[in-house]
Nanobody, 125 residues
């Protein structure tokens, strides 16, 4: 059973930066594809970023050029570096794992088998 624990959320001013972390346990992290999603109040969960086990990355258009996803297989951790944040980035951020390593639709929640509990990010204007 894979367990994911996010951390690093908090309150940040618009234009600032924040780095989220997601620590994985219970499996072979280096073989997983990993994703970050977010969910704002009364909105559906939406795709933010994805990193394959190969290191290839994908981003939602809304965060491209501002956010960077990375992974450290030695630490079983995936990161989301958030720069130039905007009030519309306010949401609960979730990391997710696809243990098959063959993610077809990186932006679909159904592609991921394991989810963390989420960490709140609030951007003030």
């Amino acid at each position: 059973q894979v367990q994911l624990v996010e951390s690093g959320g908090g309150l940040v001013q618009a234009g600032g930066s924040l780095r989220l972390s997601c620590a994985a346990s219970g499996g072979t992290f280096s073989t997983y594809n990993m994703g970050w999603f977010r969910q704002a109040p009364e909105k559906e969960r939406e795709f933010v970023a994805h990193i394959r086990r190969s290191g290839s990355t994908y981003y939602a258009d809304s965060v491209k050029g501002r956010f960077t996803i990375s992974r450290d297989n030695a630490k079983n951790t995936v990161y989301l570096q958030m720069n130039s944040v905007k009030p519309e980035d306010t949401a609960v951020y979730y990391c997710a794992a696809d243990p098959t390593g063959r993610t077809w639709r990186v932006g679909a929640t159904q592609s991921y088998d394991y989810w963390g509990q989420g960490t709140q990010v609030t951007v003030s204007s």
